[in-house]
């Protein structure tokens, strides 16, 4: 199932349940700010099947991503697969790099019928990795993890952050990822909350440039390729077959539907049960243990805002390939407060666009690329 073979108002492509923000690591961008221990308001167990049965009211093969913090800080975590796999759920999991990924437990997660395994490569060696996550040993783990999984039959996905600290890594990070025999690279370019407030991010022209650059990626490798807070990327690619004139054209394809953003596609549920539009715009639209998962995404004012085009403002508003993309709406958020303001990532200017830009209404940090 592909993201434009689903309704959006009705339910989500992909559902993120953090079951916890307890995790040893101390990484540079985490949005959770995450701790060691965990927290005393955590989701229960039973309130977490209740959760998981909701989801499984979206309709068959819904996705559910297993989230933190480090989901194998809770000791329910292999339960709650394979519970959620029981209730026709599409469970994957995305676990940190540390010594609770050990073999045998990824085999236990394999065995209670986890889709995917995503870990987290954020250099391209254990330098640049283990600097940027906070922890000596980290990178070794993590690789090991990744062929424990292919060595278990689990499909793998690599995450990988993209800023001014890990840019340049990201063509051996692209050998490493073919190398483990990832199904899918899926490359977050980061939004300032939590600790990544800290990290730079690279400028709107460099992200064009990464993006082109990915999307010859996508083309020479095995694996897919997507990215995360980055919807412009759908625009670069459409830009590329327009130019291209041999596939889509302006009026068949500007105006189709081909991802999903933050409140339209997609969900999150904190470790304490509130509903975000993604982790990376932490605004609540309600709590599960008052409402149901499913009414707070068909029905709360947040979600239907944020799946209305028309509703966004400024540049992104006036875009032509709003539908195709719509700018991240957590990236406006972070830093503006307004979530349907425009996305500060995005250099493209709309034809014949006269308003404001981001940098006059608000202010973007420099980059040094």
């Given at each position: 199932m592909r993201p434009g073979d689903i309704d959006t108002d009705e339910r989500p492509f992909v559902l993120i349940w953090?079951?916890?923000?307890?995790c040893d690591l101390e990484c540079d961008h985490c949005r959770a700010d995450a701790e060691p221990q965990r927290h005393p308001r955590e989701l229960s167990t039973e309130e977490g099947k209740r959760l998981l049965d909701q989801a499984a009211e979206f309709g068959a093969g819904q996705l559910v991503v297993l989230s933190g913090g480090d989901p194998l800080k809770r000791d329910d975590a292999v339960e709650l697969v394979e519970y959620g796999t029981d209730q026709g759920l599409r469970m994957t999991m995305t676990p940190s790099g540390t010594n609770s990924l050990t073999p045998e437990k990824i085999q236990d997660?394999?065995?209670a019928g986890l889709k995917r395994l995503a870990v987290s490569i954020d250099g391209e060696d254990a330098t640049s990795h283990d600097d940027f996550r906070g922890e000596d040993g980290s990178f070794e783990q993590t690789v090991a993890a990744a062929r424990a999984a292919r060595e278990a039959g689990l499909p793998l996905q690599i995450n990988t952050t993209v800023c001014?600290?890990?840019?340049e890594d990201l063509a051996g990070i692209r050998e490493l990822t073919a190398d483990l025999g990832a199904v899918l690279w899926s490359v977050f370019f980061l939004v300032p909350i939590g600790r990544g407030r800290i990290l730079d991010p690279i400028s709107p022209e460099r992200a064009e440039d990464v993006m082109a650059w990915l999307l010859d990626?996508?083309?020479?490798?095995?694996?897919?390729?997507?990215?995360t807070e980055a919807p412009h990327y759908r625009r670069v690619a459409l830009q590329q077959k327009i130019e291209s004139a041999t596939g889509a054209k302006p009026n068949d394809e500007i105006g189709r539907r081909t991802g999903i953003r933050a409140g339209d596609g997609f969900a999150f549920v904190s470790h304490t049960g509130e509903v975000y539009p993604s982790g990376f715009l932490p605004h609540s639209a309600g709590d599960v243990r008052e409402r149901s998962i499913v009414d707070i995404y068909r029905g709360s004012r947040l979600?239907?805002?944020?799946?209305?085009?028309?509703?966004?403002k400024g540049k992104c508003g006036a875009c032509e390939f709003r539908q195709v993309c719509g700018g991240s709406r957590s990236r406006a958020y972070a830093y503006t407060g307004d979530p349907l303001k425009s996305d500060p990532l995005c250099a493209y200017v709309p034809e014949g666009y006269d308003g404001s830009m981001p940098a006059e209404e608000f202010e973007v940090p420099e980059s040094a690329d």
């Amino acid at each position: 199932m592909r993201p434009g073979d689903i309704d959006t108002d009705e339910r989500p492509f992909v559902l993120i349940w953090e079951l916890t923000q307890a995790c040893d690591l101390e990484c540079d961008h985490c949005r959770a700010d995450a701790e060691p221990q965990r927290h005393p308001r955590e989701l229960s167990t039973e309130e977490g099947k209740r959760l998981l049965d909701q989801a499984a009211e979206f309709g068959a093969g819904q996705l559910v991503v297993l989230s933190g913090g480090d989901p194998l800080k809770r000791d329910d975590a292999v339960e709650l697969v394979e519970y959620g796999t029981d209730q026709g759920l599409r469970m994957t999991m995305t676990p940190s790099g540390t010594n609770s990924l050990t073999p045998e437990k990824i085999q236990d997660l394999a065995d209670a019928g986890l889709k995917r395994l995503a870990v987290s490569i954020d250099g391209e060696d254990a330098t640049s990795h283990d600097d940027f996550r906070g922890e000596d040993g980290s990178f070794e783990q993590t690789v090991a993890a990744a062929r424990a999984a292919r060595e278990a039959g689990l499909p793998l996905q690599i995450n990988t952050t993209v800023c001014q600290s890990t840019v340049e890594d990201l063509a051996g990070i692209r050998e490493l990822t073919a190398d483990l025999g990832a199904v899918l690279w899926s490359v977050f370019f980061l939004v300032p909350i939590g600790r990544g407030r800290i990290l730079d991010p690279i400028s709107p022209e460099r992200a064009e440039d990464v993006m082109a650059w990915l999307l010859d990626v996508a083309d020479e490798e095995r694996f897919g390729v997507k990215t995360t807070e980055a919807p412009h990327y759908r625009r670069v690619a459409l830009q590329q077959k327009i130019e291209s004139a041999t596939g889509a054209k302006p009026n068949d394809e500007i105006g189709r539907r081909t991802g999903i953003r933050a409140g339209d596609g997609f969900a999150f549920v904190s470790h304490t049960g509130e509903v975000y539009p993604s982790g990376f715009l932490p605004h609540s639209a309600g709590d599960v243990r008052e409402r149901s998962i499913v009414d707070i995404y068909r029905g709360s004012r947040l979600f239907e805002q944020l799946r209305a085009e028309d509703n966004l403002k400024g540049k992104c508003g006036a875009c032509e390939f709003r539908q195709v993309c719509g700018g991240s709406r957590s990236r406006a958020y972070a830093y503006t407060g307004d979530p349907l303001k425009s996305d500060p990532l995005c250099a493209y200017v709309p034809e014949g666009y006269d308003g404001s830009m981001p940098a006059e209404e608000f202010e973007v940090p420099e980059s040094a690329d």
